[in-house]
């Protein structure tokens, strides 16, 4: 089995920033894309930012120029560096992954159990 572990969340003022790390471990043969998705109160989860298995990224318009992605394919890793929060990005943060496992020819969509942000005003 797979498992990805989340964590970085907890609580900080406006302004401030913080650094959510999701390692995945077990019976990996590859990882092609990861993500990181959020879902508030009420709202549907929305992605965040996404990155290939190479260098290509993708960020929501309300993250850009705040958030950066990233991973570490070494360690199988993936990050998400969080600078000038907002109140609104108050949010369950949930980390994605699709991973090809061991001896077994297809990818498969794994997700983390979630980590909470709380941004104060």
């Known amino acids: 089995q797979v498992q990805l572990v989340e964590s970085g969340g907890g609580l900080v003022q406006a302004g401030g920033s913080l650094r959510l790390s999701c390692a995945a471990s077990?019976?990996?043969?590859?990882?092609?894309?990861m993500g990181w998705y959020r879902q508030a109160p009420g709202k549907q989860r929305e992605l965040v930012a996404s990155?290939?298995?190479?260098?290509?990224?993708n960020y929501a318009d309300s993250v850009k120029g705040r958030f950066t992605i990233s991973r570490d394919n070494r360690k199988n890793t993936m990050y998400l560096q969080m600078n000038s929060l907002k109140p609104e990005d108050t949010a369950v943060y949930y980390c994605y992954a699709d991973i090809v496992r061991v001896a077994i020819p297809r990818g498969n969509d794994y997700w983390g159990q979630g980590t909470q942000v709380t941004v104060s005003s």
């Open positions: 077990g019976s990996i043969f590859s990882i092609r894309s």
């Open positions: 990155i290939a298995s190479g260098t290509s990224t």
